[in-house]
C-alpha cells in the first residue's frame, strides 16, 4: 500500500476538509486495498502486505500535525491487520521512510526554500545535515526493504513497523 501524499500547514488554519480528505486519500485508501485482497489471501493461503507509510507516524512536527495522525493510525492499522491474518498466513508489515530523494522532495526543498528566503541547494544542505547519515534516502533504500519484507526470507515478521530515517529517530522502540 502506497497512497498520495498528506498536506502539511499550520494547525489552526488547516479546514477540516482538508484533514478529512487526506485522511481519505491516504488512511482509507490502504483499509480499502487491504480489504479488496484480503479474502483472496485468505483463500490461497497467505499473502504480503507492506504499508509504506511514513516517519511522522513515530516523529510528529507542528507543520504535518494531519500526516503524522494519519500515519501513527497506520501504523495501529498495520499491526491490527497483522494480527487479523496471522491465522490464515498474511503477513502485514510497515516501511515508514522519512525524507527520500524523489520530485515530490526536490518541490518541497525548492517551495520552503523560497518560504525561507534561500538557495534551494543551501536549503537542501541544511535539511540534509539534520540526518546523522548526512543525507536523506535514495528510493532504494526504502524499495530494498520492501522487497525483503514481501519475501520468503521475511516469513517470520509480522506486524512490525521498520523506520527508514538513517538514524533520524530520537526515540527507542520496543
Keep these: 500500500n502506497n497512497a498520495g501524499a498528506i498536506r502539511g500547514g499550520d494547525f489552526l488554519t488547516i479546514p477540516d476538509a482538508q484533514w478529512a480528505g487526506d485522511w481519505s486519500l491516504k488512511l482509507l485508501g490502504y483499509v480499502r486495498m487491504a480489504r479488496a485482497v484480503f479474502p483472496r489471501m485468505q483463500a490461497q493461503g497467505g499473502g504480503r502486505i507492506c504499508n509504506v507509510i511514513g516517519a511522522a507516524g513515530r516523529n510528529p512536527t507542528p507543520g504535518y500535525l494531519p500526516g503524522g495522525v494519519a500515519n501513527a493510525g497506520l501504523i495501529n492499522f498495520t499491526k491490527g491487520l497483522a494480527d487479523l491474518g496471522a491465522p490464515s498466513n498474511i503477513l502485514v ?8 530523494a524523489t520530485p515530490r522532495w526536490d518541490m518541497l526543498m525548492v517551495q520552503q526554500a523560497r518560504a525561507a528566503g534561500k538557495p534551494p541547494d543551501v536549503f537542501r544542505a541544511e535539511a540534509e545535515k539534520a540526518y546523522p547519515l548526512k543525507r536523506i534516502a535514495r528510493p532504494e533504500d526504502v524499495a530494498d526493504l ?10 517470520f515478521l509480522t506486524g512490525i513497523c521498520v523506520t527508514v530515517d538513517g538514524g533520524a529517530t530520537r526515540g527507542v522502540y520496543p
Design 93 to 100: 508489515t510497515a516501511v515508514s521512510p522519512a525524507a527520500t
Design 146 to 155: 520492501v522487497c525483503f519484507l514481501v519475501s520468503a526470507r521475511a516469513s
